[in-house]
């Protein structure tokens, strides 16, 4: 199957700076990527959904200034996470959807485990 | 709105009984249903989706689900569960709006006793 790739795994950061955490479909292209955050013993929460070239789409009660997303290429999302505070201390999945016969599925990366100290 | 219910937060098998995990769903027309596996610290891990077709659907690692349109049920099953089945266990729905978002249910935590 389709594997999409999540960079850092785990990340651990001071309060009041910005951590970027990188998701690349490795063999097709994701025309469509969502950014998921999960608390713990908790379901996914869909932050955004961005299509490659365009805006991402904020989930209502997100913030688009706080969780910068940018879709730059067919194998490429980064979420950056500005002026980190320790409540933004979560694991965060992105997943990709690609398009065509494919496009029913989407593909979970491993996640991030960010910890705001 | 698309939704899915997982009604149990927890299902306690023991090795080699069957396991079921139930899944039941709220949509306008024809649902397109997933099951997903989180092991700890893990992305999901996709198991089967319906589409259309035959309601009895098979998946990954001897997984199958059964859609019924009458109860808009999809519970996961499996025949002889495993310790190595233990792991928490998303139902979801492809919403038909927008970007087609998948809606994910509240998940269910399945341990296998061995």
């Known amino acids: 199957g389709a594997v999409v790739s999540q960079h850092p795994s785990w990340v651990i950061c001071k309060s009041g700076t910005s951590v970027k955490i990188e998701c690349r479909s490795l063999?097709?292209?994701?025309?469509?990527m969502f950014w998921y955050r999960q608390f713990p013993k908790q379901s996914l929460m869909l932050m955004a959904t961005?299509?490659?070239?365009?805006?991402?789409?904020?989930e209502q009660g997100v913030e688009k200034d706080k969780f910068l997303i940018n879709h730059a290429s067919l194998t490429l999302s980064t979420l950056t996470v500005t002026s980190a505070h320790p409540e933004d201390s979560s694991f965060y999945i992105c997943?990709?959807?690609?398009?065509?016969?494919?496009?029913?599925?989407?593909?979970f990366g491993p996640g991030t485990r960010l910890t705001v100290t | 709105a698309q939704s899915v219910a997982q009604p149990e937060d927890q299902v306690n098998v023991a090795e080699g009984n069957p396991l079921t995990v139930k899944c039941t769903y709220s949509?306008?027309?024809?649902?397109?249903l997933f099951w997903y596996v989180q092991y700890p610290n893990r992305g999901l891990q996709f198991l089967l989706k319906y589409i259309t077709g035959d309601n009895l659907v098979k998946g990954s690692y001897g997984f199958e689900a059964e859609f019924n349109k009458s109860q808009t049920s999809f519970h996961l099953k499996k025949p002889s569960a495993l310790v190595s089945d233990s792991a928490l266990y998303f139902c979801a729905v492809r919403d038909k709006q927008g970007f087609q978002k998948l809606v994910f249910g509240t998940g269910t935590r399945l341990l296998v006793s061995p």
């Open positions: 961005s299509n490659e070239g365009s805006k991402a789409t904020y």
């Open positions: 997943s990709a959807r690609g398009s065509g016969p494919s496009s029913y599925e989407q593909y």
């Open positions: 949509v306008s027309g024809n649902p397109y």
């Open positions: 063999d097709f292209q994701a025309t469509t």
